[in-house]
């Protein structure tokens, strides 16, 4: 399982370096704690392993990515591993990982790479043993910020992946 793993994370394509098209490149998960500039400390304040009621704390699971980045952080494991449980215990659950992103860069950028954040979950989410049929993503790019307003204390909570119940 983890040889297939690894092939299949070696055998995505690296796409974008121009803002017209998709941004893609391998999947990984930091094994070490990642290096997170000081301005970024606001994420230190969010939930992150409160018991998970499924369905109803779903949208508590959101996963918080670096700039410029959809590479899942070590900070985001606690919360992706209540959503495996979850979908470990109701095996009908299905649901939608939305993609969303920072105000800087172009809107066609920003949903390319909401879109591979989104993606990235899924991949991570699978590789777990979720079926591939059970989660669904899109991308919202910058246009549904959590939170108004610019500067790194604002741009680091917009730049996220949420979850959706889609049916139990």
Same mark, same amino acid.
């Given at each position: 399982?983890?040889?297939?793993?690894?092939?299949?994370?070696?055998?995505?394509?690296? /796409?974008? #370096?121009?803002?017209?098209?998709?941004?893609?490149?391998?999947?990984?998960?930091?094994?070490?704690?990642?290096?997170?500039?000081?301005? =970024?400390?606001?994420?230190?304040?969010? $939930?992150?392993?409160?018991?998970?009621? #499924?369905?109803?704390?779903?949208?508590?699971?959101?996963?918080? /990515?670096? @700039?410029?980045? @959809?590479?899942?952080?070590?900070?985001?494991? *606690?919360?992706?591993?209540?959503?495996?449980? #979850?979908?470990?215990?109701?095996?009908?659950?299905?649901?939608?990982?939305?993609?969303? #992103?920072?105000?800087?860069? =172009?809107?066609?950028?920003?949903? *390319?790479?909401?879109?591979?954040?989104?993606?990235?979950?899924?991949?991570?989410?699978?590789?777990?043993?979720?079926?591939?049929?059970?989660?669904?993503? =899109?991308?919202?790019?910058?246009?549904? $910020? *959590?939170?108004?307003?610019?500067?790194?204390?604002?741009?680091?909570?917009?730049?996220?992946?949420? @979850?959706?119940?889609?049916?139990?």
């Amino acid at each position: 399982m983890k040889i297939l793993s690894l092939l299949a994370l070696l055998g995505l394509v690296v /796409f974008g #370096c121009e803002q017209d098209k998709k941004l893609k490149e391998p999947i990984e998960v930091s094994t070490s704690a990642p290096e997170m500039p000081a301005q =970024t400390d606001v994420l230190a304040e969010l $939930p992150t392993t409160t018991s998970l009621g #499924c369905s109803s704390e779903l949208a508590q699971r959101t996963v918080y /990515f670096d @700039f410029d980045k @959809f590479h899942i952080r070590n900070d985001a494991l *606690a919360n992706l591993e209540e959503i495996i449980n #979850c979908m470990r215990d109701n095996n009908t659950m299905t649901i939608k990982a939305v993609g969303h #992103c920072d105000e800087r860069g =172009t809107e066609e950028y920003n949903l *390319a790479l909401g879109s591979n954040r989104a993606e990235a979950v899924k991949d991570y989410l699978r590789n777990q043993g979720v079926a591939d049929d059970r989660i669904t993503t =899109t991308s919202r790019g910058e246009l549904e $910020p *959590a939170v108004e307003g610019q500067g790194e204390s604002a741009w680091a909570l917009n730049r996220r992946v949420e @979850f959706i119940l889609v049916s139990e």
